[in-house]
């Protein structure tokens, strides 16, 4: 658990640096090879990093029994719940940041679950 803990620090330390950058980069007059390198790549790394965090915290929470039966909810619902509360925290930093490629990497990340978890219908 205090191992989960501790990536879970860096990896929302991490997330922070990196909305960080974005955002800098995207106040910013660019040229096109800025635009390229700097908004798109941040904004990329950052939607990325954001679902790190989100799987981080995910496995936290697991780590400390959310996914024991008697929890009161199985773990496909615990996905979805998870899932949902993704979709608010892409949508909300999309519109604050008004980078619609941010809320876009949620979309990407729903494929690459999608593919892995295809035996869950739920999910």
Do not use: H
């Amino acid at each position: 658990v205090t191992g989960f803990a501790l990536a879970l620090l860096v990896i929302i330390t991490l997330l922070a640096t990196n909305f960080y950058i974005m955002r800098k980069t995207c106040e910013t007059k660019v040229d096109i090879v800025e635009f390229v390198a700097l908004r798109i790549g941040f904004t990329i790394y950052t939607g990325w990093v954001t679902a790190a965090t989100i799987i981080g915290v995910s496995l936290f929470l697991a780590s400390l029994g959310m996914k024991n039966p008697n929890a009161g909810l199985d773990e496909t619902t615990w996905a979805v719940i998870i899932l949902y509360v993704a979709l608010v925290i892409y949508i909300l930093a999309s519109y604050v940041e008004r980078n619609p490629l941010y809320g876009a990497i949620y979309i990407w990340v729903l494929f690459a679950i999608k593919n892995k978890q295809a035996a869950y219908p739920a999910i």
